[in-house]
């Protein structure tokens, strides 16, 4: 019994903050009806919409920094690489052109797993610091996929709202609920237009300064991306291997960032229409006895609300349960209600 009047008090307490939100929604949009002209009231609600856009900044902050991190990492990294296969080039075999850009490279094509095959380590001390090397370069690689990519996204998102809002067409909320809503969808485009100018960059400087003929040219680049390498087409000279210590690194992330966004665009799809199918679809008698959590055979809105996220996958049934058990503990005096004394007492 006691625990079918925490459940109809937090269902009740649900649907009076559902009722206040809509009653103040429709307040405010009478409001606007009558005065065109900017007021104190209006200003406060300007405000009120404008406030997600303002703490995004301090997010995209904290985004900035751990770049800045993962790039002084991958500065460490590469400038340790450096030095150690500086210092045993002669360990190296392969064609060679100048020290330090051979070192750099090298270690490269290495931490990409890249491995073409024009340098590799001939001496054990070579081959015990190459294989040190690629394990750890693999998982440094990963750090900076996943923090380049939040820090790209991110980036990009504030200076697409923020262009959108110069239209005086677009709603503030409306573009701040489009972009988040469709933020999979802009990573993926973005992805896409960068991996295209990579790939176009790439194959025109394989021609350009290479020499090479245009279908060898895009079957580098190709084995490239996909960290093949085979061997037999790689960067021979040394503006060459300059280009490719940049082209590498960011050709192989990119590539591994659209997958992995047309993967979550496929999923956000699959979602997308179980949201709409779980909408739209009729109700019948089990499912109002199914949403009835307080078996009063009457579904309020909560309880309508709480059913439906079941539905869609959003919530499952424990985390309900869980949450009911939470607020028990917290609900000190047993009343159905939590307040300030509860908190103090818990």
Request: aromatic share 10%; glycine share 6%.
């Amino acid at each position: 019994m006691a625990d079918e009047d925490v459940r109809q008090s937090l269902l009740s307490s649900t649907n009076d903050s559902l009722n206040l939100n809509e009653t103040k929604a429709i307040q405010r949009r009478k409001s606007h009806h009558r005065s065109k002209g900017p007021s104190e009231k209006e200003s406060k609600e300007q405000e009120k919409v404008l406030q997600p856009l303002i703490n995004v900044e301090p997010t995209f902050v904290g985004l900035e920094f751990r770049i800045k991190y993962v790039l002084l990492l991958l500065a460490l990294y590469l400038g340790i690489g450096t030095l150690w296969f500086f210092l045993i080039k002669n360990q190296i075999y392969g064609k060679k052109t100048n020290g330090v850009i051979d070192a750099i490279y090298f270690c490269v094509v290495t931490m990409t797993s890249v491995g073409y095959g024009d340098l590799v380590p001939h001496s054990t001390l070579a081959k015990i610091l190459s294989c040190i090397y690629a394990f750890t370069g693999v998982a440094l690689v990963g750090l900076i996929l996943s923090n380049a990519a939040d820090y790209i996204a991110e980036k990009q998102g504030i200076l697409l709202v923020k262009s959108m809002l110069k239209n005086e067409k677009f709603n503030t909320a409306e573009v701040l609920m489009d972009v988040e809503t469709n933020r999979d969808k802009y990573k993926f485009l973005m992805t896409s237009l960068l991996l295209v100018v990579l790939i176009i960059s790439g194959i025109s400087f394989l021609i350009l300064v290479e020499g090479m003929e245009f279908i060898d040219a895009f079957y580098c680049v190709c084995s490239t991306m996909t960290t093949l390498g085979y061997g037999d087409k790689s960067f021979s000279t040394q503006e060459g291997r300059m280009f490719a210590i940049l082209w590498i690194l960011s050709s192989t992330i990119c590539l591994g960032q659209f997958f992995l966004y047309l993967a979550a665009l496929y999923t956000e799809k699959r979602q997308r229409s179980l949201v709409k199918w779980v909408l739209n679809r009729k109700l019948t008698p089990s499912d109002l006895e199914a949403a009835d959590m307080d078996h009063d055979e009457v579904v309020s809105a909560a309880e309508f609300i709480l059913y439906k996220l079941k539905e869609m996958g959003k919530i499952c049934q424990d985390d309900v349960l869980l949450l009911m058990e939470r607020f028990k503990d917290l609900d000190v005096d047993h009343s159905g209600t939590l307040t300030t004394d509860d908190l103090i007492l818990s």
